[in-house]
């Protein structure tokens, strides 16, 4: 369950590459520490934070996000492109940057980033469902239409129809 502290988290949570990622700009203000503190210790400890832990966004990416955000309108005047953290970023960034504000909120950041794939997943299931119903019914529409059809071809070609009643030899 997802408390209204940990859903606040959710808000800062952005699909790039097809991967929910947090900026770093985010983490720096969740965490309590500017962004330059942030990005140093990330340089200090680069090896802790391979590809699938964080990435550092194109200026496409960068533009992109900006103009869809209203909360980073700031990094519009940034000469540096951002970095983004995925969940696994996160928690590393929180062991890096050693403030008590950064290991306490970790936590919840995390929490909005499983709270985010759970819902995906049931997002997921429920799409697959809805597929397999109207494959069910289109089968068992396409019975019905398939023997209407035959109905009323018959019906336009009397000729065609057997003969009902008595007929004498």
């Known amino acids: 369950m997802l408390t209204n502290h940990d859903a606040k988290f959710v808000q800062f949570i952005l699909n790039i590459r097809g991967v929910q990622v947090m900026l770093d700009t985010d983490l720096a203000a969740i965490y309590g520490v500017s962004t330059k503190r942030l990005n140093e210790q990330v340089k200090r400890n680069r090896n802790r934070f391979p590809e699938d832990f964080m990435f550092q966004l194109t200026r496409v990416e960068k533009d992109e996000v900006v103009a869809n955000c209203d909360h ?15 969940e696994y970023g996160v928690l590393m960034l929180a062991n890096v940057v050693s403030s008590e504000t950064a290991i306490k909120t970790s936590v919840h950041v995390v929490r909005a980033f499983v709270r985010l ?38 019906q336009n070609n009397p000729e065609e129809r057997p003969r009902i009643g008595f007929t004498s030899n």
């Not at 980073?72 to 995925?86: D, G, I």
């Not at 049931?122 to 019914?137: A, H």
């Open 72 to 86: 980073l309108e700031k990094l519009k005047y940034s000469n540096t492109t951002p970095f983004a953290f995925t």
């Open 117 to 154: 794939r759970e819902l995906a997943m049931q997002n997921s299931l429920l799409s697959k469902r809805m597929e397999e119903l109207e494959d069910r019914i289109d089968s068992q529409f396409q019975e019905i239409f398939l023997i209407l059809s035959n109905l009323m071809s018959l």
